[in-house]
Structure formats: C-alpha cells, structure tokens
C-alpha cells in the first residue's frame, strides 16, 4: 500500500519560509513523478511542484517560481518543498502527489497559512 505522509505546515508571516516534507513509503516504481499540489479556500486544486524520477526535472507553477525549489532524498523516498518568501496568497492545503501512469496517490495534506 502506497503511502503519503505530509509534515511540516504550519503559520508563519509573509516573507517567511517553511519547508515541507513528504515520506514516501509501499511503492515499487521505477518511473514516477512526485510533488505538491495545494488547495486554497474557495479555488480549484492546483499543480504547485513536481520532480520525475527518471531524470530529475522539476516543474514549477507560475506562481511560486523563484520561491519555492523542490528536492528530494533518495535515501529516505522523501520529497521536499522549500518555500521562501511566502505570500497570503500562497495559503492553502498543501498535498503530496506520487503518480506513475494511471496510478495517483495522495498524502492527507498540511495547513500552510501565511498571514499579512
């Protein structure tokens, strides 16, 4: 069984960072994309980051390129969202995805909330 566990979120001011956290566990890909979506109040779930397996290239959305830097550690199958310079608007639910093929996973999700 493919598990997700996010850690990490929390409050912080504007301008300020936190990094998430997302441990992989019961999967045997060899080739997945794995990274965050998040989901505002009142918006539609959005792509925020991802990294693939197969050659390490990232993918940022608009919004958070030059603040957010995605990473990951092998060792551990564990994701991380680096997110520097935070806004209001980047307040939201923020949920680990591992996909391969047709296969999508989801973590529980984590409060980022990021006050004015």
């Known amino acids: 069984e493919v598990q997700l566990v996010e850690s990490g979120g929390g409050l912080v001011q504007a301008g300020g960072s936190l990094r998430l956290s997302c441990a992989a566990s019961?999967?045997?890909?060899?080739?997945?994309?794995i990274g965050w979506f998040r989901r505002a109040p009142g918006k539609e779930r959005e792509g925020v980051s991802c990294?693939?397996?197969?050659?390490?290239?990232?993918y940022y959305a608009d919004s958070v390129k030059g603040r957010f830097t995605i990473s990951t550690d092998n060792a551990k199958n564990t994701v991380y969202l680096q997110m520097n310079s935070l806004e209001p608007e980047d307040t939201a639910v923020y949920y680990c995805?591992?996909?391969?093929?047709?296969?999508?996973?989801w973590g529980q999700g984590t409060q980022v909330t990021v006050s004015s």
């Open positions: 990294i693939s397996s197969s050659d390490g290239s990232t």
């Open positions: 995805n591992l996909s391969s093929g047709s296969r999508s996973y």
């Open positions: 019961g999967f045997t890909f060899d080739d997945y994309s």
